[in-house]
């Protein structure tokens, strides 16, 4: 490591470049061995190296001498270094890197060799030229093959693999820019669905995206993940609990998946998660709810009624150590008003003290939270006035509508629902 400020300083970089362009290949090997020494964890020799073309000299390198490992693994080593930098990206784009690549994660059997390029692929993926350019190269229909083979296994390096191929499938999957786009992730769903436990972070990453939401629900999918949470109740697999927890909330996004996640009985599923002393799992299970209910006005209603439910929620809100709890919480609480528009539901959260929270909820900073909080109180107000009114008058409502009122930082939409709820308070004889 002393020595590499002198080569440096010699100008020895110039001429080892050059030298990539020798024909004898244990020349080449010493060169790309010896560049690799001197500009290893040097971002700005790196980059000098990039400026000097060494990228395409590389690519070439491994298409002519893919049948020698010592200068094939040589090559990828550099690759893997260069690739963390953004510069190289575009000098990449305009190689054949991805045609080279994946001819030659063909032809490996042993992990570790796969594991050298996955690591060269993953940072070029992040690139939408580059991920085009494997996917047009038949990089996914590779993982998609390593998925289906490592799927059932539990051996550990079977297991690394399966994390890795669909780690990168999912990120070139969510280009979803190519044509067999909707036919692969439709098999790469079904290889996932045979042991989710395996797969299952992958399968909420993939779940990010409407088009892959509604396959996956078609598919079957929600099936498979409830089995996989019942039998993860008890055991209090946090991981489990909080991934599968996190893709059901994100298939319950689409509009079209709603109805059909509750007749599967997914409400009653994440129900069985409310003795759950772990915030991130009362994280998800809040939201999966929230997104189920929306629009949905029979099922908020028979929420809204259960009164454990409610109970744990009303607990939750007042849970100041974990603030995306408490802030889920709340907005479930209006949800179910919102959404039902029922007198029931006004009832039970009135007799389970849930009306100072969406009081104090209507003075949040965050904008979307006081509309939907206002929204609540001014159903609360039109349909179940004289349940909530203690409540209401103990937790201050006019002082804060007051408040809000009179501020000149509250938003346009903020005192437009305060007035809407002033006007339900004075319609109901208040």
């Known amino acids: 490591e002393f020595m590499r400020n002198p080569c440096v300083d010699a100008g020895l970089i110039p001429p080892l470049v050059q030298l990539l362009n020798c024909k004898d290949q244990e020349v080449l090997l010493q060169t790309g061995r010896a560049l690799g020494n001197i500009c290893y964890d040097s971002h700005t020799l790196q980059s000098q190296l990039i400026n000097m073309g060494v990228i395409p000299t590389l690519v070439k390198l491994l298409g002519i001498h893919c049948q020698n490992a010592a200068l094939t693994e040589m090559c990828l080593v550099a690759f893997g270094n260069l690739a963390e930098l953004e510069s190289s990206k575009e000098q990449f784009a305009y190689t054949n890197i991805a ?12 992990h570790d060799k796969k594991e050298m390029i996955f690591e060269v692929l993953a940072p070029l993926a992040e690139n939408d030229v580059i991920k085009l350019q494997l996917v047009e190269a038949g990089l996914v229909e590779c993982l998609l093959e390593i998925v289906q083979k490592t799927v059932d296994s539990d051996k550990e390096d079977d297991i690394a693999e399966l994390k890795t191929a669909s780690d990168l499938m999912v990120l070139l999957l969510l280009g979803g820019k190519y ?12 290889s996932s669905c045979k042991n ?3 797969n299952l972070p992958f399968t909420s990453d993939l779940s990010h995206t409407d088009g892959n939401c509604i396959h996956m629900v078609d598919n079957g999918i929600v099936q498979k993940l409830m089995d996989l949470l019942d039998r993860h109740v008890e055991d209090g697999n946090v991981t489990v609990q909080h991934a599968a927890l996190s893709a059901l909330r994100n298939l319950a996004i689409p509009v079209v998946n709603k109805a059909k996640m509750l007749s599967a009985g997914v409400a009653e599923a994440v129900l069985k998660f409310l003795r759950s002393e772990m915030p991130p799992v009362q994280f998800k299970l809040l939201g999966t709810l929230r997104m189920l209910i929306d629009a949905q006005a029979e099922a908020a209603e028979q929420l809204g009624k259960n009164v454990k439910l409610v109970e744990r929620l009303v607990e939750w809100c007042e849970a100041k150590d974990h603030a995306g709890v408490m802030g889920e919480s709340n907005r479930l609480l209006s949800a179910l008003i919102r959404h039902s528009k029922s007198k029931d539901v006004i009832r039970t959260i009135v007799q389970s003290g849930g009306i100072k929270h969406l009081v104090t909820m209507a003075t949040s900073e965050h904008v979307i939270m006081q509309n939907e909080a206002l929204v609540a109180l001014a159903l609360i107000a039109a349909l179940e006035l004289v349940t909530a009114e203690k409540d209401l008058e103990n937790a201050q409502l006019v002082q804060i509508l007051h408040r809000l009122l009179s501020d000149d930082r509250s938003a346009p939409e903020i005192k437009y629902n305060s007035m809407v709820l002033i006007c339900a308070l004075i319609g109901s004889g208040e």
């Not at 044509?179 to 079904?190: D, G």
């Open 196 to 198: 989710l436990s395996n």
């Open 99 to 110: 045609e080279e690549l994946v001819k030659l994660f063909k032809k490996q059997i042993e």
């Open 179 to 190: 044509k067999r786009s909707k036919e692969i992730t439709l098999l790469f769903l079904k």
